[in-house]
């Protein structure tokens, strides 16, 4: 049996990279500094109950490969990628660096070509997120892109996941990754 554990993640100021500032200024503007503070609090909080979560698990490390939301299948460079996020801070980041020191395999989710996409319309107006039109034609909707992503994620996963491992999935909450898997993979949820 191939089992994913899904995890439903939220993203730190750290893990949204070169955009961060450009999104704290926007969530500011919206909805002031004392929610924004709250909302960075909260993050905090969810990730140490992800991490004694994980953690608490029966898991064989060594049977363990892990997918995260946003680390591009890009030549080897996944681990490199991990170390240099978790050493800026992100809790997501330092927790796939603490599984794979106990044995689990990091794994290549994302295509790099759709995350550039991504950044690109991104940068093409954080107020276009929330619409299903994007304001340059040229470029396809953040509706699309997510699409794509998770069609993409979920061959990468049935590809590399082999019979008798679990999965660790760690996914934004708006991805629909798990309802493309295979049937033949076991899904479960970390948190409701």
């Known amino acids: 049996m191939r089992e994913i554990i899904y995890i ?3 993203h730190s ?4 990279g070169s955009v961060s500032e450009e999104l704290k200024r926007e ?3 919206r909805y002031g500094e004392e929610r924004w503070l709250e909302h960075t609090r909260t993050i905090e909080g969810l990730w140490e109950r992800i991490r004694k979560e994980i953690l608490s698990l029966p898991l064989d490390y060594n ?4 997918y995260q939301d946003g680390l591009p299948n890009y030549r080897g460079m996944e681990l490199e990628i991990v170390k240099k996020l978790a050493s800026e801070g992100s809790k997501n980041h330092k927790l796939l660096q603490d599984l794979v020191e106990r044995g ?5 989710t994302e295509d790099p070509q759709l995350l550039l996409e991504e950044y690109k ?3 093409g ?4 997120l929330a619409s299903s039109k994007a304001s340059d034609p040229k470029l396809p909707t953040y509706d699309e892109i997510t699409l794509r992503r998770d069609r993409y994620i979920a061959r990468r996963i049935d590809e590399t996941l082999e019979e008798g491992e679990t999965g660790l999935l760690f ?3 708006i991805h629909r990754t798990p309802e493309m898997l295979p049937p033949d993979i076991k899904i479960r949820y970390l948190l409701p």
């Open 63 to 66: 049977r363990v490969k892990l």
């Open 13 to 16: 100021e750290v893990d949204m």
């Open 8 to 10: 439903p993640i939220v």
């Open 27 to 29: 969530y500011i503007k």
């Open 125 to 128: 107006g954080l107020r276009d």
């Open 104 to 108: 689990s395999k990091l794994i290549g």
């Open 171 to 173: 996914m934004g909450a």
């Open 121 to 123: 319309r991104m940068k």
